[in-house]
């Protein structure tokens, strides 16, 4: 064993050797300063109170996560870094079977140069140090050059539920009652889970996934080229959590929740991974049910007379999801990589709702009253399969990906209405029930073929070059039935029934390039797009074809002002390609109060994306600043008529051009080793051109601000409480007005099992203040007052537990190594 950690201390200490900045240089710190800091410390096992002898130690710039320096541990566990410039950085404390930990920030001060840590004890269960001031990891969020990742494995909030309610607490993001993800205000964002986009649903696969299976939420408003296009308002990447630990290990995560409904999830992972291979596995099960209620006052104005009517709903709606994945990591060599993956999401939603519509004349007098209740179930199914290659070539900056996706889905609903006519006094009228059903079938595959290159160019240059293609086939098919009491059974609604057909095919090029110049960072790019897309409505036997070419460039600047603070410059070009849901031309009737279709000659919408920010980085306090500009062409928006018989009717158009901007805040503070709190500001408005269409109340400018803010206070040993709460302004869209709303969470967790497992309990919105009104503007045709209320005052009681078995044998210390030289860019000393 002696011999062995002596080959180790030789292999691993070269490696700080080649990581040391060049001459005059700091890493974190500034060109020329001088080097005058000093970093000690003594490690310890957690629970035997031994040394821990041969864990490495490494100092990593705060700005760009470089290594600056690093050593080993002594027998005694004791460490020394010295000859450091002034500057901020983070440290990071690692061993095999440990949990890596880390300290952030780590400030050099000129002042007082010298940083005595003291004893700092490791578990092997443990996600953080004892007895250290920060053991986040690398703190809240991070900025790179072109975005934002946020670390979640903070976040008590979210604890037990799914990743949709996670992305309810980043920065930026907001999801309405709906499930609707947006970003800076905007629902139109991309949304991938590690890089890859989905062939579910955003809202389905975010609510099947356990937020405990989430290492990271990257939110990118610029994308480079690199990118898909897809989505004006930017990128929201969900990054999982893949264990590097060699041996078995896996989690369990168990939680229970009651408002008005029942609520549960489950998720269980496990990872098994050698020199050779790593195998890993997830299953998740969720169950949610949500209860609501609202109303709807709609007063129609004709040329001669006027009425009105008021809609009352309430109901429930949920449903239960199974979903499972498996895969492989198989090493061919220390250079390639060969892998695997099936993923599987089964499910069930269902529902229903009654509502209530009062019928009124232009003298106010109550005329009829209709009762119409429903009932949906809507079975679904999605299997992604995904597989590669990565290689790295003698240079490990130098890499080539292969990635093959292909999923297939299927999402059936069915649903029954009945509705029923009473007079004024609430007497039945005497006329048959409404009776009808319908069911809607949705077929989508979706193949893509990612080949991804990276080649260096000189001491601080970086070429990259790829191919993108996706082939996507949907088949939306629309069946209704009606009661008929003459032969006392259902017949076929032809007004209703129809199918439709869309192809999509889309092949990109890119190229981007970017360079490191002392202070100055910058990466320019690239993208060049076909598509051919086409679309068949099978009822009328009409066809529709669009095909275009499109090209994306992007741009990123940073330059470093000064030691600690930075400024960023960014700008992308992004498309918004119409949904299949926008394009049916297909009249839904299901609803006789309200008519909606589809337009076949949508549009796709591109926008120009510019954002200039600032970062300031203090000793305890970090802020995010940025200032945007989008301007938009061929704006698709929904474009609401109501007719002289008082029916809504919704399609979609495309106006000209607009304009979005905005000013966004992120400030990340650690006043106290036991105080950390994040706040959020962003303020943006909208101005939408509608040359070419003659009513005049489309007209919209728009300005709206929401806030959030995230408190966490370590109240005594492995005990945490956290305070959340968001706000957003009303804001104005076209043809109306949404109100405000705000809302508190709160949650507590405590660490048992030394620091294996968790306790927890969370509760959202426990003022019971979430809800959604809307009031349209003072129109020619129509005046609208909506107000929802949704089941948001829920309590959970949450459960966490890690387990496994870390192999410390010498092969995986090899790997290891070989592991953490490749994530720094360095090659490996045989």
Same mark, same amino acid.
């Given at each position: ?26 890493? &974190?710190?500034?060109? &020329? ?15 035997? +109170? ?65 940083? @005595? ?54 920065? %930026? ?8 993800? %947006? ?13 890859? $986009? ?17 290492? %990271? ?11 898909? $296009? ?12 893949? %264990? ?31 020199? #050779? ?16 209620? &609202? ?35 198989? *090493? ?23 509502? *209530? ?38 240079? $490990?900056?130098q890499t080539l990906d292969i990635d093959l996706n292909y999923s297939l889905g299927k999402k059936e609903t069915t649903t029954d209405y009945i509705e029923r006519f009473y007079d004024k006094d609430n007497n039945p009228t005497g006329a048959n029930p409404l009776q009808q059903l319908t069911r809607s079938t949705d077929f989508n595959d979706v193949g893509r073929l990612a080949i991804d290159y990276v080649q260096p160019l000189g001491n601080d240059g970086q070429l990259e070059t790829g191919y993108n293609g996706t082939l ?28 439709? *057909? ?15 110049? @002392? ?8 993208? !060049? ?73 949508? !549009? ?82 909208? #101005?939408?051109? =509608? ?63 030394? #620091? #294996? ?6 509760? =959202? ?17 129509? +005046? ?47």
């Amino acid at each position: 064993m002696k011999e062995f950690k002596l080959l180790l201390s030789l292999l691993v200490a070269p490696l700080f050797l080649f990581a040391q900045p060049p001459a005059g240089y700091g890493g &974190g710190g500034q060109w &020329g300063a001088p080097k005058v800091g000093v970093i000690t410390g003594k490690i310890l096992d957690g629970l035997t +109170n031994e040394p821990v002898e041969y864990a490495t130690i490494a100092l990593h710039s705060k700005k760009d996560s470089s290594l600056v320096t690093g050593t080993i541990t002594k027998a005694d566990g004791s460490f020394l870094l010295k000859d450091l410039a002034a500057g901020m950085f983070y440290l990071e404390i690692s061993f095999i079977g440990y949990e890596t930990s880390i300290i952030d920030p780590m400030v050099i001060n000129p002042k007082d140069p010298v940083n @005595k840590l003291g004893e700092l004890k490791l578990s092997s269960g443990a996600s953080e140090l004892n007895e250290v001031v920060v053991t986040e990891s690398k703190g809240g969020f991070q900025t790179n050059l072109d975005k934002k990742v946020f670390n979640m494995s903070e976040n008590l909030t979210s604890q037990g539920g799914s990743v949709l309610e996670a992305l309810g607490e980043v920065p %930026s993001v907001e999801v309405d009652v709906d499930n609707n993800v %947006s970003l800076r205000g905007n629902q139109n964002v991309k949304i991938l889970i590690d890089g890859r $986009p989905s062939g579910m649903s955003a809202s389905a696969v975010l609510q099947s996934l356990p937020a405990s299976n989430i290492e %990271s939420i990257e939110v990118i408003t610029n994308p480079s080229a690199k990118y898909d $296009p897809e989505g004006t308002a930017g990128i929201i990447n969900i990054v999982t959590k893949r %264990s590097d630990k060699f041996g078995m290990n896996g989690n369990v995560d168990l939680s229970a929740g009651y408002g008005q409904t029942p609520k549960f999830n489950s998720s269980v992972s496990m990872n098994i991974r050698n020199n #050779k291979m790593n195998v890993f596995g997830t299953y998740s099960y969720n169950l949610r049910n949500f209860a609501y209620d &609202g109303f709807s006052n709609r007063e129609t104005f004709t040329t001669d007379t006027s009425f009105a009517f008021k809609q009352r709903d309430e109901g429930e709606y949920g449903g239960m999801s199974h979903f499972a994945k498996i895969g492989m990591d198989y *090493f061919l060599n220390k250079n390639n990589i060969l892998y695997w993956s099936v993923g599987h999401n089964q499910g069930n939603g269902d529902g229903g709702s009654d509502n *209530f519509f009062e019928y009124f004349d232009e003298l106010g007098t109550l005329n009829l009253i209709t009762e119409r209740n429903n009932g949906n179930n809507s079975p679904n199914r999605n299997t992604e399969f995904n597989a590669g290659l990565q290689k790295k070539f003698l240079n $490990p900056k130098q890499t080539l990906d292969i990635d093959l996706n292909y999923s297939l889905g299927k999402k059936e609903t069915t649903t029954d209405y009945i509705e029923r006519f009473y007079d004024k006094d609430n007497n039945p009228t005497g006329a048959n029930p409404l009776q009808q059903l319908t069911r809607s079938t949705d077929f989508n595959d979706v193949g893509r073929l990612a080949i991804d290159y990276v080649q260096p160019l000189g001491n601080d240059g970086q070429l990259e070059t790829g191919y993108n293609g996706t082939l996507r086939k949907v088949d939306n098919d629309f069946f209704a039935s009606v009661f008929d009491f003459g032969v006392n059974d259902y017949v076929n609604d032809n007004n209703l029934i129809n199918r439709f *057909f869309y192809n999509e095919q889309i092949h990109a090029l890119y190229g981007t390039y970017g360079q490191s110049i @002392k202070k100055f960072n910058y990466k320019l790019g690239l993208r !060049l797009e076909q598509s051919f897309t086409n679309s068949e409505l099978v009822t009328t036997n009409e066809t529709f074809e669009n095909n275009y070419f499109s090209f994306f460039p992007s741009a990123a600047l940073s330059y470093k002002l000064t030691e600690g603070s930075e400024i960023q410059l960014n700008y992308s070009r992004r498309i918004n390609r119409p949904r299949t849901g926008q394009l049916n031309p297909f009249y839904d009737l299901s609803d006789p109060n309200n008519i909606r279709s589809g337009n076949p000659y949508l !549009l796709p919408e591109y926008i120009n994306s510019t954002e200039l920010g600032y970062i300031k980085y203090w000793e305890k306090f970090t802020l995010n600043s940025s200032v945007y500009y989008k301007y938009l062409t061929d704006v698709m928006r929904r474009f609401l008529n109501v007719g002289d018989d008082g029916v809504s009717r919704l399609n979609f158009v495309n106006f000209k051009d607009g304009h979005t901007y905005g000013a966004e805040f992120i400030l990340s503070a650690r006043p106290y080793k036991w105080w950390r709190f994040n706040g959020t500001f962003n303020m943006y408005g909208t #101005k939408v051109s =509608t040359d070419g269409f003659e009513n005049s109340e489309l007209q919209s400018d728009a300005f709206g601000w929401n806030a959030r803010i995230m408190s966490t206070w370590t109240v005594w040993k492995d005990m945490s409480l956290q305070l959340s709460g968001f706000y957003r302004a009303p804001f104005e869209v076209a043809q109306g007005r949404i109100g405000s709303f705000f809302s508190l969470n709160f949650a507590a967790k405590k660490q048992i099992f030394n #620091k #294996k497992g968790s306790i927890g309990i969370r509760v =959202t919105d426990f003022l019971n203040t979430m809800n959604f009104n809307y009031s349209s503007n003072e129109l020619q045709s129509f +005046n609208q007052v909506t107000e929802r209320n949704w089941e948001s005052f829920v309590g959970y009681i949450t459960f966490s537990y890690n387990f496994g078995k870390y192999d410390r044998t010498k092969p995986q210390r090899k790997q290891k190594r070989k592991d953490w030289n490749r994530d720094q860019g360095m090659p490996d000393m045989q």
